[in-house]
């Protein structure tokens, strides 16, 4: 009987293994999304972005001043969430700090804000109206923050409550 069941259990396995092969082989053959798969972000190339060259050098030394001053606060931010991190993995985090840490964090985020705004406000004489249009696009669709359904709004009230109430006496 266990000889019997054993056999059953190697031919189950080698159906398993060809099957997951014969996947492959396929998948390697026919790549691409499936016909069904529906459009994806990538399907549609928005137009590139043409500049003079003069207009190229401006864009570039602009990338390069945005860069070299955010990039301090960038580090100083990592060490801060760093600061953070460490605090909370304590036995015994220290509120006053976790808080005053998150208040630095949100200044030095307000900071890279600031200067990218700033930035922005600089570079719109250099950019053509539709150029701008773009940007600005493009801004917008990374400011949107999470998708619905994911850990931002969006599923809130739909498919989990909030965070439960607190009663007196606990």
């Known amino acids: 009987m266990k000889i019997r069941t054993l056999i059953y259990v190697v031919i189950l396995?080698?159906?398993?293994?060809?099957?997951a092969l014969v996947t492959i082989v396929i998948n390697r053959?026919?790549?691409?999304?499936?016909?069904?798969?529906?459009?994806?972000?990538?399907?549609?190339?928005?137009?590139?972005?043409?500049?003079?060259?003069?207009?190229?050098?401006?864009?570039?030394?602009?990338?390069?001043?945005?860069?070299?001053?955010?990039?301090p606060v960038m580090e100083q931010m990592k060490l801060s969430r760093k600061q953070l991190f460490d605090e909370l993995s304590a036995a015994e985090p220290d509120t006053l700090r976790v808080f005053a840490l998150v208040d630095e964090i949100a200044l030095q985020q307000k900071s890279i804000q600031r200067r990218l705004v700033e930035?922005?406000?600089?570079?719109?004489?250099?950019?053509?109206?539709?150029?701008?249009?773009?940007?600005?696009?493009?801004?917008?669709?990374?400011?949107?923050?999470?998708m619905p359904g994911r850990f931002g709004e969006g599923r809130r009230g739909k498919s989990r409550p909030g965070p439960m109430p607190i009663e007196e006496g606990q």
């Open 13 to 19: 396995l080698l159906i398993v293994n060809v099957a």
């Open 29 to 71: 053959v026919k790549p691409g999304p499936p016909e069904d798969f529906g459009p994806g972000i990538g399907d549609k190339e928005p137009p590139a972005m043409v500049f003079t060259p003069e207009e190229r050098r401006k864009m570039e030394q602009s990338r390069y001043w945005l860069d070299s001053t955010v990039a």
């Open 119 to 146: 930035r922005f406000i600089a570079d719109r004489g250099v950019l053509a109206p539709e150029q701008r249009a773009r940007l600005l696009r493009m801004i917008e669709e990374r400011g949107r923050g999470p």
